[in-house]
């Protein structure tokens, strides 16, 4: 069965720290797909990133950064110098080879940025 | 700058009453998921389309909810009678089964059950 975690409930920083959100997979699917979202206080969900299990590179998007590890079955998310707009909740997900099916998401992880 | 559409944002309503969530796709978006949000739970999938037809609805309460799409342009997502227990906030999201297949949210309806 597929399974999403994320073991960090909350996570809290100082403006311009540096900080990672762990996640770990489980599937026994051999193509599969890896996604971030990101939901700000508003209450929208929104795209980050996707990852497919056979792109292991770590992908950089300004401030944002993601590790694919395929062998430890984890897809880390980080913010370099952090502020106060990235308070958010941050949510992991998994999709398996079938097109056009349901994600599955982790519970979450709550990222608190002061000033 | 194509997004997801859900009307309405925010439902306040009673115990017994009938519920009607509404979302536009993305046009050109065949694939449509209705996904469920509490406290408890998380997010989780309730039911999901496929060029309008449903392909997975096994994660909604048979008895009480039901998804449609009477056109490409809309889902529906019903519950008669609502619960308490159904105070949740309800997403819908949309995508392309070719190319990214990324699934794109909408804002989401509150809803809120007394």
């Known amino acids: 069965a597929q399974k999403v975690t994320q073991a960090q409930t909350e996570i809290s920083v100082v403006e311009k720290e540096d900080v990672t959100l762990d996640c770990v997979y489980e599937?026994?699917?051999?193509?599969?797909?890896l996604f971030w979202y990101k939901q700000p206080p508003s209450g929208e969900l929104v795209f980050l990133i996707r990852?497919?299990?056979?792109?292991?590179q770590n992908e950089i998007s300004g401030r944002y950064s993601w590790n694919f590890q395929k062998s430890t079955s984890s897809f880390n998310f980080t913010i370099t110098a952090s502020q106060v707009v990235d308070s958010a909740v941050y949510f992991c997900?998994?999709?398996?080879?079938?097109?056009?099916?349901?994600?599955?998401f982790g519970k979450g992880t709550t990222l608190s940025v002061s000033s | 700058d194509a997004r997801v559409t859900q009307t309405p944002r925010h439902k306040v309503t009673e115990m017994g009453q009938e519920v009607t969530m509404r979302c536009q796709p993305i046009?050109?978006?065949?694939?449509v998921f209705w996904y469920r949000q509490t406290m408890m739970q998380g997010l989780e999938l309730l039911a999901y389309?496929?060029?309008?037809?449903?392909?997975?609805d096994s994660g909604m309460p048979k008895d009480r909810f039901s998804a449609e799409m009477p056109d490409a342009t809309l889902a529906t997502l019903k519950i008669q009678p609502s619960e308490p227990r159904d105070s949740a906030v309800y997403f819908c999201?949309?995508?392309?089964?070719?190319?990214?297949?990324?699934?794109?949210f909408g804002p989401g309806t509150r809803l809120t059950v007394l």
């Open positions: 389309f496929r060029n309008r037809a449903p392909l997975d």
């Open positions: 046009l050109g978006h065949n694939t």
């Open positions: 990852r497919n299990s056979f792109d292991e």
């Open positions: 599937t026994r699917d051999t193509t599969y797909y």
């Open positions: 999201a949309s995508g392309l089964v070719l190319g990214t297949d990324t699934q794109y």
């Open positions: 997900a998994l999709r398996d080879d079938q097109a056009g099916t349901a994600l599955i």
